[in-house]
T-cell receptor, first 114, second 112 residues
Framework: EPEVTQTPSHQVTQMGQEVILRCVPI?????FYWYRQILGQKVEFLVS????????KSEIFDDQFSVERPDGSNFTLKIRSTKLEDSAMYFC????????????FGPGTRLTVT | DAKTTQPPSMDCAEGRAANLPCNHS???????VYWYRQIHSQGPQYIIH???NNETNEMASLIITEDRKSSTLILPHATLRDTAVYYC?????????????FGKGITLSVRP
C-alpha cells in the first residue's frame, strides 16, 4: 500500500538554526499539508499546498516557516530560525484530489530545538 | 466547522466491541462526521466518515443519529492494537482544501 514518508525521523538542532523537514507524499496525490503536535497537545494544522501555492495557512505559520515542492516528489517544510517552542512532531499529509476524503499522514519528524 | 465533544477516555476488553461516542449538536447540513485515530504519536490515520447514513468499512462502523447531533464509532472486536486516541471531526466535504481540526479526542485503552 502506498504511504507518505518523512525524513529525518528525529532532528535535533540548536536555537536559531534553520531546519528543513522532508516529506514524500503519495505519488498521485495533489494536495499536501503540514501539521504539528507539541508533546502532550493537540495536532495543529500549519499549512495546505496545491498547484505550487499555499492554499491556506494557520496563525502558527508565520514568516519563519516556508513550504516548497522542489521537484515532482518532495514536499518540504523549512523553519528559518528555530525557537525552543518549535520543538514538536511535524506530520506531513496528502490527499488524492478534490473529491477525495482521506488524508494520508506520514510517520512524522520529531524536531527537538535545544 | 462544528465543535465536537468526546469523553476523555474509555476502556474495553480485548475481543469486545468498543463504542466511542461523539456529540456534534451544532453540526450543519453540509458537514460530514470524520473519525481518525492516532496510535502513540504516530501520524493520524483515517478510519471512516459519514453524512447521515450509517457506514461500515473494514475497520469500523459509524452510527449517526437521525438528528445528526451525535454519532458512535464502533470497533466490533477491539484488539490491543486499537489502543489509541480517537478523534471525531465535523467538517464540510469540500474535498482537498479541508484542513483537519483535531480536538483532544478520546483515549481508548483496550485491556487484555
Amino acid at each position: 500500500e502506498p504511504e507518505v514518508t518523512q525524513t529525518p525521523s528525529h532532528q535535533v538542532t540548536q536555537m536559531g538554526q534553520e531546519v528543513i523537514l522532508r516529506c514524500v507524499p503519495i505519488s498521485n496525490h495533489l494536495y499536501f499539508y503540514w501539521y504539528r503536535q507539541i508533546l502532550g497537545q493537540k495536532v495543529e494544522f500549519l499549512v495546505s499546498f496545491y498547484n505550487n501555492e499555499i492554499s491556506e495557512k494557520s496563525e502558527i505559520f508565520d514568516d519563519q516557516f516556508s513550504v516548497e515542492r522542489p521537484d515532482g516528489s518532495n514536499f518540504t517544510l523549512k523553519i528559518r530560525s528555530t525557537k525552543l517552542e518549535d520543538s514538536a512532531m511535524y506530520f506531513c499529509a496528502s490527499i488524492r484530489g478534490r473529491t477525495a476524503y482521506e488524508q494520508y499522514f506520514g510517520p512524522g519528524t520529531r524536531l527537538t530545538v535545544t | 466547522d462544528a465543535k465536537t465533544t468526546q469523553p476523555p477516555s474509555m476502556d474495553c476488553a480485548e475481543g469486545r466491541a468498543a463504542n466511542l461516542p461523539c456529540n456534534h449538536s451544532t453540526i450543519s447540513g453540509n458537514e460530514y462526521v470524520y473519525w481518525y485515530r492516532q496510535i502513540h504519536s504516530q501520524g493520524p490515520q483515517y478510519i471512516i466518515h459519514g453524512l447521515k447514513n450509517n457506514e461500515t468499512n473494514e475497520m469500523a462502523s459509524l452510527i449517526i443519529t437521525e438528528d445528526r447531533k451525535s454519532s458512535t464509532l464502533i470497533l466490533p472486536h477491539a484488539t490491543l492494537r486499537d489502543t489509541a486516541v480517537y478523534y471525531c471531526i465535523a467538517l464540510p466535504h469540500t474535498g482537498a482544501n479541508s484542513k483537519l481540526t483535531f480536538g483532544k479526542g478520546i483515549t481508548l485503552s483496550v485491556r487484555p
